[in-house]
């Protein structure tokens, strides 16, 4: 038997059932509007019961009721908290925050072996979220499971630099061992990598660094010779100038540093001639600021084409001046020649600049200078000094020097130009 409706029943019939859909739709509509306002912020729990009675399948009316019996000091009541958390995951069984807070709430009750399926689920649901990680971390690392938290937060500095101070001090405290740390706590990723060297280096932990360095050179991505700084700087400060000289030569082997700081020949000087940029990083020149100074690379004046080092001194001050100035590794007792050439312009006061050289740690074992210059130099000056390096000497800082004036008139000014710096053994006859 067929049934058959008038047409025009029909269309009665299908306004009659969209009408209804919508008054539906609407009537949802409303009461979880209703209900995310009830329950929204500076809520009661009375206002999240209502909330949670208008709209009872959202999940979340039963997360937020947990965590306000959990937290709110006022109203603790663990009891209450785990009830509702437990709705809240039965409700929502793939919310990773649910269960932590579930997780958390048993695990206040001492509940821990309950605790511990809920951080497993939310770890299977977010494996990859840092703040979920860093939840489940702690919790593994207050139950002495020091391994396994170690793997979670290596999890959490992939994934964001949030937590990066926290980690590094939490895992020395519970390990104390860097090559365990830098292993499983520290992920195979430049960020995680720079930021654990940048935390070292303050706190001396410099054969811990130089682990960190090793792993970072021998990846695959570059980074900023800046970057290595503050390690190289380090190192020096603690009179260990081979093992910063080797972090410069990882710098340059890596291909991060201008072609021109390479060593030229037996000239141990870098970027002498200066046709390369001052990177004011580890072995290269070096300018310290100063306001009554100006240097920069000059490409109208120079020895040898196409670069010198310009100094212009501003006159406000009577300088005391060694800003200018390389770091150069040598051997202990022995003989140095010294060459460079200066050039000068408009130099005041009876003490100029001139060539410096002496021992990084003790000037008392070597501290030599050449003449200075003053006023107009009427062309480039070859300045030389030959000398020989103390029995313990490893480390002298090469450059451009002033002493200051013992006149009235002393704040010098005018301009002085460096190029063709030399620093090679000498031969022997």
Not at 397 to 419: C, F, H, M, T, Y
Request: charged letters at 20%; one cysteine or more; a negative charge.
């Amino acid at each position: 038997m067929t049934l058959t409706i008038p047409k025009g029943n029909f269309r009665v019939l299908l306004l009659i059932a969209e009408a209804l859909a919508f008054l539906l739709a609407s009537t949802w509509t409303a009461k979880s509007y209703i209900a995310g306002r009830l329950a929204g912020e500076g809520a009661t729990p009375a206002h999240i019961e209502e909330a949670r009675r208008l709209d009872p399948n959202n999940a979340i009316y039963d997360l937020d009721l947990g965590r306000f019996y959990q937290y709110v000091p006022a109203e603790i009541n663990p009891n209450l908290a785990v009830s509702h958390l437990r709705h809240a995951v039965e409700l929502d069984s793939h919310d990773p925050e649910t269960w932590l807070d579930l997780g958390a709430a048993l695990e206040l009750q001492g509940q821990v072996r309950e605790a511990e399926p809920c951080f497993d689920r939310a770890n299977s649901l977010a494996p990859r979220d840092p703040q979920v990680q860093w939840a489940i971390a702690n919790f593994l690392l207050l139950h002495g499971d020091v391994n396994q938290a170690f793997l979670h937060f290596q999890v959490v500095l992939a994934g964001t630099p949030r937590y990066n101070q926290a980690i590094f001090d939490i895992a020395w405290k519970a390990s104390g061992n860097g090559a365990q740390i830098l292993d499983e706590v520290i992920p195979r990723e430049l960020s995680a990598e720079l930021a654990y060297l940048h935390y070292l280096v303050p706190l001396d932990r410099l054969t811990e660094a130089q682990a960190v360095w090793k792993r970072l050179v021998s990846g695959p991505v570059t980074f900023s010779p800046l970057e290595a700084a503050d390690f190289i700087n380090r190192l020096i400060e603690t009179h260990h100038p081979v093992e910063a000289f080797d972090v410069w030569t990882d710098l340059r082997q890596k291909v991060l540093m201008d072609a021109d700081l390479a060593p030229q020949g037996a000239n141990l000087v870098v970027n002498g001639s200066f046709e390369g940029e001052i990177e004011n990083v580890g072995f290269g020149w070096r300018v310290a600021p100063s306001n009554d100074l100006r240097v920069w690379r000059d490409s109208a004046e120079f020895h040898s084409p196409g670069f010198s080092l310009a100094v212009e001194f501003l006159g406000k001050e009577n300088l005391d001046f060694h800003h200018v100035f390389q770091y150069v590794l040598v051997e202990p007792g022995k003989t140095y020649n010294l060459d460079a050439f200066l050039k000068t312009q408009g130099i005041t006061t009876n003490s100029g600049p001139r060539l410096e050289v002496r021992d990084a740690y003790d000037p008392a074992a070597l501290n030599k200078l050449t003449d200075d210059l003053k006023e107009d130099s009427l062309g480039w000056t070859h300045q030389s000094l030959a000398f020989t390096s103390g029995p313990r000497t490893q480390l002298l800082v090469v450059g451009l020097a002033r002493i200051p004036s013992e006149k009235l008139d002393n704040q010098i000014s005018g301009r002085v130009w460096l190029d063709d710096v030399r620093l090679a053994p000498a031969i022997k006859p």
